[in-house]
């Protein structure tokens, strides 16, 4: 069939996702617009353009007390850290669960579902005591240890189901020819599995980048305070509401996400490329 003529057939869906998208399309636009303008309430075209919005990047505004520049490296530690916790311990657990003979390893795995299960405002209270015990309230090191042991349940899962897809053969040849468990495992399996480390990587990343529940009640001071818990402080203050600067902050807030997807929307797409066979 020509490309011209797939085009054809494919032009009335295109049509109509683009107008279910417009109204989307036309918040967006007008929720930047609104960051960089002032405008008269009951209209929709700008009076002035002006960055005032946006002087919570160089002052601390009256709805919180936190230095923006500190809560977004919080945010950045917080994130990263944890991303990288999960991706370490899920690749040697999610090996060993795919690949070793482990007693009651169905026990196990099954263990790990029901972890996954709980919710996280039902063990809250219980974390809370924990923390505040061994010190670590309000502290970043304490909300990054409960995040990663949170979401360890999901990564070991997804890096088991990627190891399962790549075939003994690989690992034997190596072995055979001499290479040690650890040296077939990092130079032979590992990039068998790349989509799947690098999809797990994005996923921590995010779903760091957007907790609110643990942040809030493990690290509501603002030596550890996130993004997150930063906008949300200025939501519940409502003696001065300002809805242009809180647009400004949540824009802010979201840059970093759409940067993490447009550098790695490729190995997204390809999440299901590892375990080559043959």
């Known amino acids: 069939m020509p490309i011209q003529s797939r085009n054809f057939k494919a032009a009335p869906m295109i049509i109509l996702l683009s107008l279910l998208s417009l109204p989307l399309l036309i918040m967006c636009f007008y929720l930047i617009v609104d960051t960089i303008t002032n405008t ?20 601390t505004t009256e709805n919180s007390s936190a230095n923006i520049w500190r809560v977004t490296l919080n945010t950045f530690v917080f994130s990263i850290t944890t991303a990288t916790t ?7 657990a999610g090996y060993a669960l795919s690949r070793l003979n482990i ?7 099954s263990g790990l579902i029901m972890l996954h299960a709980f919710p996280t405002i039902t063990l809250i209270i219980a ?3 924990i923390l505040q015990t061994l010190g670590l309230y309000d502290s970043l090191i304490g909300v990054i240890m409960v995040k990663s042991a949170l979401e360890l349940p999901f990564g070991i ?8 897809n790549v075939p003994w053969e690989i690992e034997m040849a190596g072995v ?5 468990r650890f040296t077939v495992w990092r130079k032979l399996v590992l990039p068998q599995v790349q989509p799947g480390m690098m999809a797990l990587l994005v996923f921590s990343f995010l779903t760091a980048w957007s907790e609110l529940v643990l942040p809030l009640v493990l690290a509501p001071g603002n030596k550890s305070q996130v993004l997150s818990v930063y906008l949300a402080t200025m939501l519940a203050d409502e003696s001065s509401i300002d809805f242009n600067l809180m647009k ?15 550098i790695f929307q490729r190995k997204l797409m390809n999440i299901y490329g590892g375990g080559t066979k043959g």
């Open 176 to 180: 055979q020819d001499g290479a040690s």
């Open 248 to 262: 400004s902050v949540g824009l802010f807030y979201v840059i970093p996400v759409i940067i993490t997807y447009m």
């Open 86 to 92: 999960i991706l370490a311990i899920s690749l040697t």
């Open 157 to 164: 899962w997804i890096m088991k189901g990627f190891y399962d």
């Open 40 to 59: 008269q309430p009951g209209t929709l075209i700008p009076d002035e353009i002006t960055f005032e919005h946006w002087r919570f990047l160089w002052q």
């Open 127 to 129: 974390i809370f005591l």
């Open 103 to 109: 007693p009651f390893r169905r026990f196990f795995l």
